[in-house]
């Protein structure tokens, strides 16, 4: 059976033998994976006139929709993803990391992005920058999606989620991708872009599928491409090398395995609940994914006077762990993903055992549950023990990618700090301490060679996600060794898609091409009341100058009595003058209450609600016998999708509110955001 591509809106065999991938836990044959007989450059071609033009015409919350949508039909599909995630050698709850994992980090991601970006094609970055003395020439950023196709090529180890979590953010951004999974495990990445592609979810051309070699893909690419790598930190360098790389300067972003360290802190001794757990995390990350996780535990840092705990602790733990055919009741540990894998770890570990001590496992000859040990790819969780790690480079260069880690000592803080930085560069550490003083001084003392620290203790032991769990918001990838790249990263990782431009002109032109209200544009007066307007009659640009009010006196008392606030500079005459207003002022909440006071128009209308107030400052102080006046301007409009259980269909608009004194002073600046009625879709 071959595995096939699909290219160009069609499934495609090939057109050799390929390469025959086979049941990890018992070598049964598969298929055949060959890629021979693609045209890539067709490829290319068919991906930017077809997916990349119709994500460009959705805005960023219809793709974030239209991801949700697709997270919810594979979700439902999931049980057919776990039947043939077992032939990778995965357990249920490996599968449950790659599969459910990765369709969680599709959710996330349209969260973040309708939650984050805002509802239009492009997006709009930072504030705006004045230029120019007088504010008629301003700057700004904005972020719009590259016109050409995102390629993914992804490890062995994670092929749903190594291929979700990065498709995510592309399509988002709203450039199509096409992804090549490892050999090795393709099938099941096949398995869910057949889902994929079979929903109807995705316009066609935004997701293609390459089953085997890359051949001459990477020549076809050009400036608005974009190419991201997971795998070994030889092959990233071999691919990042690429003539037509370097040529066309094609952001390429790698996350390559690394020899991510974890550190027992001094103090967490043994019958601590910080020792228990890191016990629990390092046999965790050993013994998850048969260890093949790119940000499994390769290197567990630990006092010296503690080692020989930690490896008895650690020996009885992995004793617990039956490793065997997943099928089997009561194995949780499966096999590698294929006897060249297993092959490739015997090396590194008998290469690490020419300077470390074998202290469990480490031999052929071990129990397997349900199978056979010679003909699956199984390997023993196996321990090593460095007694001196800073007299030896192996322990900090050789990668045993499988259920392998070392433990090393360390003697002081410092030893331990410049052993973590050893790794020259790791996706992740983490510090196992009850001490928050010890984890200020090793988290700053590392974190630069590190993409991610997770600080472990008691407090958050219960929520955490633990060391080997990337997450949607946050940064995956890291500095040196591990690639320098950052494939998550909340907006951060969708940003990376999209073009970056600077954009300089008149208030008027800023706000015509960023569709949002920039300071000093001309303002759009109107008779009518801007609340009086649904969501759909608002225009941009909007304004409203209210009346003036004078404050007063019984306006502060009133309002620390409302409010319980009677700090000095509002009621102390003489301490006022001390202070830096020289007299006594209004209250700052005071100040923005009246000016609600002043915009509001108080009959039922379209406005449903006060949705929230941002960016609030306060310029000037306002004193007794102050003049204030307001200017409120239609800043940003964000449609919302209806709900099904909403009966209205609403955005929000977002409101520049300036308040001025009697000498055209501003004495405060924000936004108001209101839920506005709109037509219905």
């Known amino acids: 059976m071959k595995i096939e591509s699909y290219a160009c809106g069609a499934w495609a065999k090939g057109n050799d033998a390929g390469v025959e991938v086979r049941n990890a836990i018992n070598s049964e044959p598969i298929g055949q994976v060959t890629s021979k007989g693609l045209d890539f450059a067709d490829m290319l071609v068919y991906a930017r006139n077809n997916g990349g033009r119709s994500l460009r015409q959705m805005t960023i919350h219809d793709r974030a929709n239209m991801l949700k949508a697709l997270a919810k039909h594979l979700l439902d599909k999931k049980e057919m993803f776990y039947e043939v995630s077992a032939k990778t050698g995965a357990t249920r709850v490996d599968g449950w990391v790659d599969i459910e994992g990765g369709i969680g980090t599709v959710f996330a991601y349209s969260g973040i992005a309708r939650r984050e970006l805002p509802n239009e094609t492009f997006a709009v970055e930072g504030d705006i920058e004045q230029l120019s003395a007088k504010g008629s020439f301003l700057g700004r ?71 085997g070699g890359v051949g001459d893909l990477l020549e076809h690419l050009d400036e608005q491409d974009s190419v991201t790598f997971t795998g070994s930190a030889c092959t990233g360098r071999m691919l990042k090398a690429h003539p037509n790389i370097i040529a066309n300067s094609i952001p390429f972003n790698m996350e390559a395995d690394s020899l991510n ?164 560069g790791s996706l992740v550490g983490s510090l196992v301490t009850a001490d928050d003083n010890e984890a200020a001084r090793i988290v700053l ?70 569709r949002q209200y920039t300071t000093g544009a001309t303002p759009k007066i109107d008779p009518v009341h801007p609340f009086r307007k649904t969501f759909d009659e608002l225009e941009i640009g909007t304004s409203l100058l209210t009346h003036r009010r004078t404050v007063t006196e019984a306006d502060i008392v ?47 209308g379209p406005v449903l609600a006060n949705y929230g107030l941002e960016n609030l400052r306060f310029i000037e102080p306002v004193g007794i016998g102050d003049t204030i006046q307001v200017r409120l301007t239609a800043k940003q409009k964000i449609h919302k999708a209806k709900r099904p259980d909403e009966e209205r269909a609403t955005g929000v608009v977002v409101w520049d509110v300036e308040v001025k004194n009697q000498h055209d002073e501003t004495v405060a600046v924000y936004d108001i955001l209101t839920l506005v009625e709109r037509a219905d879709d």
């Open 261 to 424: 360290c974890s550190i027992l802190g001094a103090n967490a001794g043994e019958g601590t609940p910080e020792f228990d757990l890191f016990i629990k995390g390092v046999a965790q990350e050993v013994t998850v994914k048969a260890g093949q996780k790119c940000t499994a535990i390769r290197r567990a840092i630990v006092p010296r006077d503690q080692v020989d705990a930690v490896i008895a602790a650690l020996k009885v733990r992995l004793d617990k762990t039956p490793v065997g055919d997943p099928a089997t009741e009561g194995v949780r540990m499966g096999s590698l993903v294929g006897t060249d894998q297993r092959e490739d770890v015997w090396e590194s570990v008998n290469e690490l055992a020419k300077t470390c001590e074998v202290v469990h496992g480490g031999e052929r000859d071990f129990e397997v549950v349900g199978a056979d040990a010679k003909a699956g790819a199984f390997f023993p969780p196996t321990l090593l023990h460095c007694d001196k790690p800073l007299a030896t480079s192996a322990v900090h260069s050789v990668e045993a990618f499988g259920p392998v880690s070392t433990i090393m000592a360390y003697a002081d803080e410092e030893e331990a700090i410049e052993l973590a930085r050893l790794g020259r």
């Open 445 to 514: 003392g590392t974190a630069a060679w590190h993409g991610r620290m997770l600080v472990l203790n008691s407090t958050c032991a219960k929520e955490s996600t633990g060391h080997g769990s990337p997450l949607a918001p946050l940064v995956h990838g890291g500095p040196g060794r591990a690639g320098g790249g950052e494939e998550l990263g909340g907006s951060r990782a969708i940003k990376h898609y999209m073009q970056r431009t600077a954009i300089q002109g008149s208030p008027d032109t800023l706000t015509a091409i960023t």
């Open 558 to 604: 009133n309002f620390g009595c409302v409010s319980g606030d009677h700090f000095y500079a509002h009621f102390d005459e003489l301490a006022a003058k001390d202070s830096l207003f020289e007299k006594r002022v209004a209250h700052g909440y005071f100040v923005i209450s009246a000016a609600a006071g002043m915009f509001v128009d108080p009959a039922p």
């Open 141 to 211: 950023h904005i972020l719009t999606p590259k016109h050409g196709v995102s390629v993914h090529i992804n490890a062995f180890n994670f092929p749903c989620w190594g291929m979700l979590e990065k498709i995510a953010p592309s399509l988002i951004a709203g450039v199509p991708a096409i992804v090549k999974p490892a050999t090795v495990s393709a099938y099941l990445t096949e398995a869910m872009v057949r889902e994929i592609i079979a929903s109807g979810i995705l316009p066609e051309g935004a997701l293609q599928l390459v089953c």
